[in-house]
């Protein structure tokens, strides 16, 4: 099973991605912010990692 792990700040959305992803056969990681995107990605190694950019 691949492993994503999902960055995203916006609860709903994160929340809402998780499970589209774990329907389709995933195993999803996330978290809130970039800080704690990088401890999970250390400590899981995931597959693949998503996560929302915002230029300022």
Same mark, same amino acid.
């Given at each position: 099973?691949? @492993?994503?792990? *999902? =960055? #995203?700040?916006?609860?709903? *959305?994160? %929340?809402? @991605?998780? %499970?589209?992803? %774990? *329907?389709?056969?995933?195993?999803?990681? @996330?978290? /809130?912010?970039?800080?704690?995107?990088? #401890?999970?990605?250390?400590? %899981? =190694? /995931?597959?693949? =990692?998503?996560?929302? *950019?915002?230029?300022?």
């Amino acid at each position: 099973m691949n @492993t994503i792990l *999902l =960055i #995203e700040d916006d609860a709903a *959305l994160r %929340e809402n @991605t998780e %499970e589209l992803l %774990e *329907l389709s056969s995933y195993k999803v990681i @996330t978290a /809130p912010n970039g800080k704690i995107g990088i #401890e999970k990605a250390k400590a %899981e =190694i /995931p597959d693949i =990692i998503i996560l929302s *950019l915002i230029h300022i």
